[in-house]
C-alpha cells in the first residue's frame, strides 16, 4: 500500500467536532487506498496552558518535567483521533513518541529526532490497521526520558515520519490555506504562493514565519520530502495548498520572495568593553552555556581601547542572559560600563532567493522603512535575505510598507 503523513495542527482539532471532521477528511485518504499516518498536535492554546503551568510551579524548572507535562497534549488527541476513526469503521490505533519509538537527542525542550523505527508501525499495517494516529512533538531519549522537539514540532515529527516511512508526501493541514508572501494575519493584501522553494521557505521559518517549523523544512530539504501546506478547513483539489520544493520547479522570478517578522525579541548591549582579542567568545561562550538564543550580533569600530556590543535573543531569554553577564563581569573576565535592555523590539526580514543576483533590496528596504519614518536598530545580511530590528509597535507597519513596496501581491 502506498502510505501517506497526514499532519493536523492545534486549530485543526481543537474541539470534538473538528476532529470528526478531521477524522472524514482521513477517510477519504485511506478510501482512497492509503495507508495513513496521521501526526496530530495537541488542542490549539493546550500546550500554552501546559508552559504556563510549568513556569507557575517552578520559574526555573527541570526541563525532563517540562517535557513530561508539556508533551501531554499530543497524547490526548491521539487517543481521541484513534478512537473517532474507530467508530467510523476505520481501522485505527494511536502512538505516543515512546511506543513508535521516536529516538531523539536529550537536549529536553529542544531535542532533535536521531531515529524513527517502521518495524511496530508496519506490523500493525501488515494486520489490517489503516491509520496510525501518532502524537506529534515527541519523543524518547537515550536515557529513556519523554523529550519534546520545541515549539511547533510536531511538523517536524510529520516530515521525518514521510522520510523514515518512504511515504509518498507530507501534508501539513492547518488554519491558512498555504504558505503565503507574509502572515496573512498582518496584511490581507498577502497572496497565497502556489510554490516555494525549500531555501526560502527555511528562511521564512527561522525568521518567524510559524507555518512550518524550521527544522521541518530542514528535513523536507534533505530527505526530499514532497511537502505541502494546507488548509484543513477547505476542500482540497489537486492544486490546493502551497507546495515546497526545489527553487528549479518554480516560474515566479519575484527578486523578494516574503517578508517574516518576530514580535518577542530583546537588544542588549554591553557599553564600553575593554576590548581584547577573545573579547567575544568571553561574552558569547558563557551566554551560549546558559542557553540563551543569541541572534543579531553587532560589535562598533572600537576607541581608545574600548567598544560596545550589541546583541538579540528572544525577550525570554533575557532574565537567562543578564544573569551570565553578571556573571562574568563579576569574575573579572569582562569589563563594560553598563549594560542596556531594550525588550521592545521586534525583527524584520525580506528573504528571495533572488537577491542572490538581484542589487540593491537593502538599500530598497531602508529606504522603504525610513519613508514610514521607522529608525533601523540593528541590520544582519545573508545571502538571501536582510533582517533588520525595528521598535516592536513599527512591526506591523514595516511589513506592510515592504509587501507594498515590494509588490509582493503581485505574482512576478
Ligand atoms: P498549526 O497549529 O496548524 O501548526 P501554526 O499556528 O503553527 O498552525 O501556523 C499557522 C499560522 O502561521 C497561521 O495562522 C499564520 O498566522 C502564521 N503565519 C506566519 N507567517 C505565515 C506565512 N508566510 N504564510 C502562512 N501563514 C503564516
Ligand atoms: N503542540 C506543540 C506546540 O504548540 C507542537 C505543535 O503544535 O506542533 O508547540
Ligand atoms: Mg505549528
Not at 84 to 91: F, G, I, K, N, R
Request: net charge negative; charged share 25%; with cysteine.
Amino acid at each position: 500500500m502506498p502510505t501517506l503523513v497526514m499532519k493536523f495542527g492545534g486549530t485543526s482539532v481543537a474541539n470534538m467536532d473538528r476532529i470528526r471532521r478531521v477524522a472524514k477528511r482521513i477517510g477519504v485518504e485511506v478510501a482512497k487506498g492509503y495507508d495513513v499516518i496521521v501526526i496530530l498536535s495537541a488542542m490549539s492554546g493546550k500546550t500554552n496552558e501546559l508552559v504556563g503551568w510549568v513556569e507557575e510551579t517552578a520559574p526555573i524548572y527541570d526541563a525532563r518535567e517540562y517535557d513530561a507535562v508539556v508533551s501531554s497534549g499530543e497524547n490526548v488527541t491521539a487517543g481521541l483521533m484513534a478512537l473517532t476513526l474507530d467508530a467510523m469503521d476505520v481501522p485505527a490505533r494511536s502512538w505516543q513518541g515512546w511506543q513508535v519509538p521516536v529516538q531523539t537527542t536529550s537536549v529536553h525542550s529542544a531535542a532533535r529526532i536521531n531515529d524513527i523505527s517502521t518495524e511496530n508501525i508496519n506490523a500493525k499495517f501488515a494486520e489490517g490497521m489503516k491509520v496510525a494516529v501518532v502524537a506529534g512533538f515527541q519523543g524518547i531519549s537515550e536515557e529513556g526520558r519523554i523529550t519534546t522537539l520545541g515549539r511547533g514540532g510536531s511538523d517536524t515529527t510529520a516530515v521525518a515520519f514521510t522520510a523514515a516511512f518512504g511515504a509518498e508526501r507530507c501534508d501539513i493541514y492547518t488554519d491558512v490555506d498555504g504558505v503565503y508572501t507574509t502572515d496573512p494575519r498582518i496584511t490581507d493584501k498577502a497572496r497565497k504562493l502556489d510554490k516555494i522553494a525549500f531555501e526560502e521557505m527555511l528562511e521564512l521559518a527561522s525568521l518567524g514565519a510559524k507555518v512550518l517549523q524550521t527544522r521541518s523544512v530542514e528535513l523536507a530539504m534533505r530527505f526530499k520530502v514532497r511537502l505541502r501546506v494546507l488548509s484543513s478547513f477547505e476542500e482540497q483539489t489537486e492544486n490546493s495548498g502551497t507546495l515546497v520544493c526545489d527553487e528549479e520547479e518554480i516560474m515566479e522570478d519575484n527578486v523578494v520572495a516574503g517578508v517574516a517578522c518576530q514580535r518577542d525579541e530583546a537588544k542588549i548591549t554591553l557599553i564600553s568593553v575593554a576590548d581584547r582579542p577573545g573579547i567575544a567568545a568571553a561574552i558569547f561562550v558563557p551566554l551560549s552555556k546558559a542557553g540563551v538564543n543569541v541572534d543579531m550580533i553587532v560589535q562598533n569600530i572600537s576607541e581608545e581601547g574600548r567598544t560596545d556590543m550589541t546583541f538579540s535573543c528572544p525577550v525570554d531569554h533575557v532574565a537567562r542572559a543578564e544573569s551570565a553577564i553578571a556573571e562574568i563581569k563579576s569574575s573579572g573576565e569582562i569589563n563594560f560600563r553598563d549594560l542596556i535592555i531594550d525588550k521592545d523590539v521586534a525583527k524584520v526580514s525580506v528573504v528571495g532567493i533572488g537577491m542572490r543576483s538581484h542589487t540593491g533590496v537593502a538599500a530598497q528596504m531602508f529606504e522603504v522603512l525610513h519613508k514610514e519614518g521607522i529608525n533601523i536598530k540593528v541590520i544582519t545580511t545573508s545571502e538571501i535575505k536582510i533582517s533588520v530590528l525595528v521598535d516592536r509597535k513599527y512591526m506591523e507597519l514595516a511589513v506592510q510598507a515592504l509587501h507594498d513596496a515590494f509588490e509582493l501581491d503581485k505574482a512576478g
